[in-house]
């Protein structure tokens, strides 16, 4: 999540826009700059790194004149984290800077016609082609060329102008990203996110996607996207700073669970295009993957978690065997790995040392590396031979959410990829998954709004010990959702695969043992159904978890929560979703300190 400010007013604008990039630091990122206009001229001042080099490089702002600005700090994604890449970008006449959150998802097809316009391009990023474009619309209107310019933008975006021939005006655009209007006395402000206004101000305009704001020091004008102007209710910022970082949520954790529809969106989007996976700079080809004989996945935690969900949709459309090894095992296990063996490595930090040491150790048996990170420019996606990144952006809380979530995607992506390649999958059907990945962000965002019953079924089931089975893919996030429950709970809580209660664990069923059964895998779902039979009958309460419209499990389950349906082989996306908000209210009910648990660390870099 990268973050963008801006001012206007009488005021010198780089101090405040580098307070307010600050503000945003939490969010991550790995580039910083700021554009001011001064003197019919826009000065912009970009570093790779941290805010202070930023700083240092313009003496806290002293160094840059001029009372109207913007201002970015960048998680990179199209582009490596560099100067010349870092926000903001500038048009070719210098009469046009932009700052950009969000992801163009046309931004080759836009670049290319561009370039055959005549416009150079600096960067590698799908920014620089917002920047041309208002270029090339511009003819005395401004806000003409800004609605042109977004009618031509496909993706996410909150986009922040600054432009010569408006000396005191910024203009905003909202469009699936996050974007408020900060009001003050003679000067007013924009940002991703309140945190760099509450300083300033605490009276807000929330813009809504579609629309278009003007701001200069004295007013806001607000557009609709065909340029009708509207009225908007100011907002009054109760919050302090520590909150507003969070968007008004009580926590990192469930603000990041909401933010997984556009999290998903991000890791997939821009991967397909025109029913095609394209995966830029991935250079695993159709021969390659037919002299792969052997998969394996290695990870720790919640990474080695979504790779024994990946295991099952890599075999099932690939048809090539898949091992799942947890990292700080494979690293001493003398494994047999050769030329022939393809290892996954997944990591959200890329700096986790038993992952690495996991890595080294394949990879000096022959091994082809795939590593499947979220920060750019890591340890893992280093010495990778290739890399997937999650595109995840910062995450706060200790236990992942998104970043599990972010994973799965690129599983499933690497899944349907290779699948294809390797002539598994017929025409119909490869169009058929790649038509349900692209739904994913929608079924995961109606996950979460068809469970709002989830705080009071957490407060039943926050016992003292809770089991979790299910079956194939069910199992796998039965395994992650007892992992959630035991962070940030501190509840005893252990995953089985339904079809081993039999072998002893049945032992430890009673009247005082709440039972958690993930049963969205239809193929299975009656072999599930009994085992939740057999707890039943020895007085176990039961919470399931069913795709929609399973009426078969509502008579037996004490509780049900639902998902949307899609094909078994994305369904655990879909179902560790209230598996997450189950374990975050349960932490909640016990008033646990939810985004920094106890004895745990965000990257685990020791042994």
Not at 556 to 585: E, G, K, N
């Amino acid at each position: 999540m990268c973050g963008i400010v801006g001012f206007t007013g009488s005021r010198k604008a780089a101090p405040i826009l580098l307070k307010g990039l600050t503000r945003l630091e939490y969010r991550g990122y790995d580039s910083a700059g700021i554009a001011v206009l001064h003197d019919g001229a826009i000065e912009v001042d970009k570093v790779s790194g941290r805010i202070a080099k930023l700083s240092e490089k313009t003496k806290d702002g002293s160094l840059v004149p001029g009372v109207i600005g913007i201002g970015h700090t960048r998680w990179a994604t199209h582009g490596a984290p560099t100067d010349i890449n870092a926000h903001p970008h500038l048009s070719n006449d210098g009469k046009f800077a932009v700052v950009h959150n969000g992801i163009i998802e046309n931004y080759l097809a836009l670049r290319e016609e561009l370039i055959a316009d005549g416009y150079v391009f600096q960067s590698e990023t799908d920014t620089e082609t917002i920047v041309h474009l208002l270029e090339m619309y511009y003819t005395g209107d401004i806000k003409s060329a800004v609605m042109k310019t977004a009618s031509r933008l496909e993706g996410s975006y909150a986009l922040g102008i600054v432009s010569t021939d408006a000396p005191e005006t910024l203009f905003v655009v909202r469009e699936s990203s996050p974007l408020i209007l900060g009001i003050g006395v003679g000067e007013n402000y924009f940002a991703s996110d309140v945190t760099a206004l509450v300083a300033h101000t605490k009276n807000v305009i929330y813009m809504e996607d579609g629309e278009i704001a003007e701001l200069s020091p004295n007013a806001i004008s607000v557009y609709d996207c065909t340029g009708q102007k509207i009225t908007k209710p100011v907002s009054r910022v109760t919050w302090n700073v520590e909150a507003a970082e969070k968007g008004g949520y009580d926590h990192f954790m469930l603000k990041e669970i909401m933010e997984q529809p556009a999290a998903v969106k991000a890791a997939l989007a821009p991967r397909i295009h025109e029913g095609q996976i394209r995966l830029d700079d991935f250079e695993l080809t159709a021969e390659d993957l037919k002299d792969v004989r052997k998969i394996i996945i290695t990870a720790c935690g919640s990474a080695y978690y979504a790779g024994c969900s990946g295991r099952y949709v890599i075999e099932r459309l690939c048809r090539i065997p898949v091992e799942v090894e947890l990292a700080s095992e494979l690293r001493y296990a003398d494994p047999m790995v050769d030329e022939h063996t393809l290892v996954l490595v997944i990591s959200q930090s890329g700096e986790t040392a038993d992952t690495i040491a996991a890595l080294k150790e394949c990879r000096s048996r022959g091994a082809k590396i795939i590593g499947i990170v979220n920060v750019v420019g890591s340890t893992i996606a280093k010495l990778a031979d290739y890399t997937l990144y999650t595109w995840a952006g910062p995450e706060i809380a200790v236990a992942t959410t998104k970043g599990f979530t972010t994973q799965l995607a690129v599983l499933y992506l690497f899944a349907v990829y290779a699948a294809e390649k390797l002539g598994r999958l017929s025409p119909e059907k490869y169009d058929s998954l790649i038509r349900q990945l692209m739904n994913l962000p929608k079924r995961i965002q109606e996950a979460i709004d068809m469970n709002y019953q989830i705080p009071s079924v957490a407060s039943r089931y926050a016992s003292q010990s809770l089991f979790f089975i299910g079956r194939n893919t069910d199992y796998a996030i039965a395994l992650e959702g007892a992992l959630k429950m035991k962070e940030i709970s501190y509840l005893h809580a252990e995953s089985y695969a339904a079809g081993e209660l039999k072998h002893g664990t049945i032992a430890l069923i009673d009247e005082n043992q709440p039972v958690i059964a993930v049963c969205c895998n239809e193929v299975l779902a009656d072999k599930t159904l009994s085992n939740i039979v057999e707890v039943k009958a020895r007085g176990a309460k039961v919470l399931a978890l069913a795709f929609r419209g399973n009426t078969k499990i509502v008579s037996q389950a004490d509780d049900v929560i639902f998902i949307p349906r899609v094909d078994a082989v994305f369904s655990a996306i879909l179902a560790v979703v209230p598996l997450q908000l189950l374990a975050y209210y349960a932490a909640k009910e016990k008033g646990c300190d939810i985004d920094k648990p106890k004895n745990l660390a965000k990257s685990v870099t020791v042994e």
